[in-house]
Antibody
Framework: EVQLVESGGGLVQPGRSLRLSCTAS????????MGWVRQAPGKGLEWVGF??????????DYAASVKGRFSISRDDSKSIAYLQMSSLRAEDTAVYYC????????????WGQGTLVTVSS | DIQMTQSPSSVSASVGDRVTITCRAT??????LAWYQQKPGKAPKLLID???ILQSGVPSRFSGSGSGTHFTLTISSLQPEDFATYYC?????????FGQGTKLEIK
């Protein structure tokens, strides 16, 4: 059974940093691209970014709203994907979902339960 | 960026009704279109990818169609567990984008 479990969320002050982790199980982690999608309270879904598998060079791409502030990495030996967030703003407050992308690297076929990040002083 | 627009934003329907949700893209997306279902307090769930491919375990009352820039999700006979918010998503080009969501409520 595929499982994605996020951790690391919480309350953080504006301008500070936070790292989220996504621990995966139930599949060969290294074969898949992994992504992050967020949802602000009461709002819709927003793609944050993704990282390809090492087969595709571990390339990353990000939404314009987070580019230069957020970075995604992966540790295939531990089956963990990370979302490093810096220079956090109030508008980054959201539930952050870890996702697995289908092998076509297009759609998100499995999602974690989400972790809430609140940016507030 | 490709913008995805869903209509309606909300719809009220009864158990047994047929419901159709529309998603329009601002440019062609080569059929890289998916539909997700989200229930309150839960993560989204992939229902359909590549316009019409039903995911394993998804009931056959769900179907997807369309091409170019116009796509639809149809639920042929609503069941109580189908009341949720539905999102479309394009994966033709970065940034991947979602529609704003359609909330399906019980009449």
């Amino acid at each position: 059974e595929v499982q994605l479990v996020e951790s690391g969320g919480g309350l953080v002050q504006p301008g500070r940093s936070l790292r989220l982790s996504c621990t995966a199980s139930g599949f060969t982690f290294g074969d898949y691209a992994m992504g992050w999608v967020r949802q602000a309270p009461g709002k819709g879904l927003e793609w944050v970014g993704f990282i390809t598998s090492k087969t595709y060079g571990g390339a990353t791409d990000y939404a314009a709203s987070v580019k230069g502030r957020f970075s995604i990495s992966r540790d295939d030996s531990k089956s963990i994907a990370y979302l490093q967030m810096s220079s956090l703003r109030a508008e980054d407050t959201a539930v952050y979902y870890c996702t697995r992308l289908k092998l076509t690297r297009t759609h998100f076929d499995f999602w974690g339960q989400g972790t809430l990040v609140t940016v507030s002083s | 960026d490709i913008q995805m627009t869903q209509s309606p934003s909300s719809v009220s329907a009864s158990v047994g009704d047929r419901v159709t949700i529309t998603c329009r893209a601002t440019q062609g997306i080569n059929n890289w279109l998916a539909w997700y279902q989200q229930k309150p307090g839960k993560a989204p769930k992939l229902l359909i990818d590549t316009v019409s491919i039903l995911q394993s375990g998804v009931p056959s009352r769900f179907s997807g169609s369309g091409s170019g820039t116009h796509f639809t999700l149809t639920i042929s006979s609503l069941q109580p567990e189908d009341f949720a918010t539905y999102y479309c998503q394009q994966a033709n080009s970065f940034p991947y984008t979602f529609g704003q969501g359609t909330k399906l409520e019980i009449k």
